[in-house]
């Protein structure tokens, strides 16, 4: 029945994941449905740097470290999908700047990972992140996908829950959104999943240097806006800016930057969704008719090619590719 081209499909998100899924598999001559509650691009996938970014990873985010490999596949991924989508791709790289000390701890960690110091993290790439969920968003309702408001409560064979009540026949269920679906109610898979709140600040730049630059507890990362980033609240799944948290943000950028108007910052906060291991689940439910796409960490854009190929190969019968083992989504079951 899944593989079926008359098989409807739901997607819940409407995020980076969700929007490549959802273009995938519509160009895959699939029916397909987006519910998402908010507003385009008001999610955490639209609060990014738009980081394409798999040595930054491994070298900053200790639940990456090992997955260096794996992130620079899916990073090869993205020159095809965004010449498809005219999704412009920074190059410019990731620049070290900071003290001796810390540029020095920094060349060991890289010397670990096999990576040359030069200075300048050239395979590490960035894009726009709003204006891609935006052009995204496009290529996907041009290809017929429908988009609808609401937040979806429950899946079971054959019908969709809807938290205004509304229940809407589908054959399947692609769950790509994090936040609210990690206590395993629609699929039990997700009680793997933690909460991750990241705030961000965004200022004027004061210049247009095209790299980003990454300092001892900061990054900044250039764009419609400079992004200051980003915090890392384990635990938290709260969206109120919180100026507490972003405290040592502001003084590892002033640090960087002493002319930054960090005053006139404006904060934006998001919420992901990480698994144990830093990797998302991909793969089909205990729960019948549900597939997940869930758990990106902060690597939400870096793997949406990868996961969008992997959904539309577990629903159109194909095979799922070298990644399904590392990404199964029931692989914490079996720990």
């Known amino acids: 029945m899944y593989s079926e081209k008359g098989a409807k499909i739901a997607v819940a998100g409407a995020g980076a994941f969700g929007l490549a899924v959802a273009l995938r598999l519509a160009r895959a001559g699939r029916s397909v449905t987006v519910f998402d509650p908010a507003p385009p691009g008001d999610n955490a996938s639209g609060v990014a740097a738009g980081m394409l970014a798999p040595v930054s990873e491994a070298l900053f985010d200790p639940a990456s470290r090992d997955h260096l490999p ?21 190059r410019a790289g990731v620049r070290i700047e900071g003290s001796d000390a810390w540029r020095a701890e920094v060349a060991q960690r890289l010397e670990r990972l096999g990576v040359t110091d030069d200075g300048t993290i050239l395979e590490d790439w960035r894009l726009e ?8 968003r496009a290529a996907a309702e041009e ?5 609808e408001t609401g937040a979806v409560t429950g899946f079971e064979p054959g019908v969709l829950s809807l938290v ?4 809407e026949p589908f054959d399947v269920l692609v769950l790509a959104t994090g936040p609210g679906v990690r206590e395993g ?11 991750i709140k990241g705030q961000l600040l965004r200022v004027t730049a004061l210049d247009d240097d095209p790299a980003v630059v990454r300092g001892e507890g900061v990054y900044l990362a250039p764009g419609e806006a400079l992004a200051v980033g980003a915090t890392m609240e384990a635990g938290r799944d709260d969206l109120a800016p919180d100026a507490s948290a972003t405290e040592a943000l502001r003084r590892a950028a002033k640090a960087l930057r002493p002319a930054l108007d960090l005053d006139a910052a404006k904060v934006e906060v998001g919420v992901r969704a990480t698994t144990p291991d830093g990797l998302p689940l991909v793969g089909w439910s205990q729960a019948p008719g549900v597939m ?7 690597n939400g854009w870096l793997f949406a090619p990868l996961v969008a190929a992997m959904v539309a190969a577990y629903l159109t019968g194909d095979n799922p590719g070298p990644e399904a083992a590392a990404f199964d989504a029931r692989r914490f079951e079996k720990a």
């Open 129 to 136: 992140a709003r204006s891609a969920l935006m052009t995204l």
């Open 292 to 298: 997940l796409a869930v758990g990106a960490r902060r």
């Open 164 to 167: 205004d009540g509304r229940r």
């Open 70 to 90: 794996l992130m620079r596949r899916a990073r090869d991924l993205w020159p095809d999908f965004a010449r498809d989508l005219d999704i412009p791709l920074s």
């Open 143 to 147: 290809a017929g996908v429908v988009f």
């Open 185 to 195: 109610r629609i699929a039990p898979e997700t009680a793997a999943l933690a909460p």
